[in-house]
């Protein structure tokens, strides 16, 4: 089995990523192969809308995401860490996800099946300051609504998200042993997916 992690956290080592690293010990103790992939380090434009991906599923933009989308295409798993940022995914994370419409596009529009059928997960992993939004709303409503609709267009089962509330200064999940189980208990689990 091979996953794409995706770290959109500006910040190398914060909370959200120091998370996705636990997910991902018990990912690889089950014999998973894991790549992460910081979406900081790569240069990956935004989508321009010019609607040249409606003809056969590929976007044009010649930048990083024509490797990333392969590797997409072949992985068994994504992972997608995201601290909150009002709401929703950093800039750079939001790049990748508004240049995924090539994909949703060759699932949706075209009618092809990119991933063979293939039975794959998408896991969410996010940290937030507050615990609730505006007028107690869940905080973590935007980004969940998003990255269900990007596992959608990436072929991929939505399993449960690890999301954390209260989260307000850098190194603070590693305090939190009870989290910190709970993620290396969920890589140990989807390595057992499918």
């Given at each position: 089995?091979?996953?794409?992690?995706?770290?959109?956290?500006?910040?190398?080592?914060?909370?959200?990523?120091?998370?996705?690293?636990?997910?991902?010990?018990?990912?690889?103790?089950?014999?998973?192969?894991?790549?992460?992939?910081?979406?900081?380090?790569?240069?990956?434009?935004?989508?321009?809308?010019?609607?040249?991906?409606?003809?056969?599923?590929?976007?044009?933009?010649?930048?990083?995401?024509?490797?990333?989308?392969?590797?997409?295409?072949?992985?068994?798993?994504?992972?997608?860490?995201?601290?909150?940022?009002?709401?929703?995914?950093?800039?750079?994370?939001?790049?990748?996800?508004?240049?995924?419409?090539?994909?949703?596009?060759?699932?949706?529009?075209?009618?092809?099946?990119?991933?063979?059928?293939?039975?794959?997960?998408?896991?969410?992993?996010?940290?937030?300051?507050?615990?609730?939004?505006?007028?107690?709303?869940?905080?973590f409503r935007?980004?969940?609504?998003?990255?269900r609709y990007?596992?959608?267009?990436?072929?991929?089962?939505?399993?449960?998200?690890?999301?954390?509330?209260?989260?307000?200064?850098?190194?603070?999940?590693?305090?939190?042993?009870?989290?910190?189980?709970?993620?290396?208990?969920?890589?140990?689990?989807?390595?057992?997916?499918?």
């Amino acid at each position: 089995m091979q996953v794409l992690a995706f770290s959109a956290s500006p910040r190398r080592a914060g909370n959200t990523e120091f998370l996705l690293d636990r997910v991902i010990e018990g990912l690889e103790a089950g014999g998973v192969r894991v790549r992460k992939v910081r979406t900081h380090d790569l240069s990956i434009s935004p989508c321009t809308g010019c609607g040249e991906c409606e003809r056969n599923g590929v976007c044009v933009i010649d930048d990083d995401f024509r490797a990333i989308s392969g590797e997409l295409i072949s992985c068994d798993g994504i992972l997608f860490a995201a601290p909150l940022y009002f709401m929703n995914v950093p800039a750079r994370g939001k790049a990748l996800i508004d240049r995924l419409q090539s994909f949703w596009v060759a699932r949706h529009r075209l009618g092809l099946d990119l991933f063979g059928g293939r039975k794959r997960f998408g896991l969410l992993i996010s940290c937030s300051v507050q615990a609730f939004g505006p007028d107690g709303a869940d905080v973590f409503r935007g980004i969940e609504d998003t990255m269900r609709y990007v596992f959608d267009a990436l072929g991929a089962e939505e399993v449960e998200s690890l999301l954390v509330r209260k989260v307000d200064f850098l190194g603070g999940v590693a305090g939190m042993p009870d989290v910190l189980l709970r993620a290396r208990r969920i890589g140990g689990e989807l390595a057992r997916f499918g």
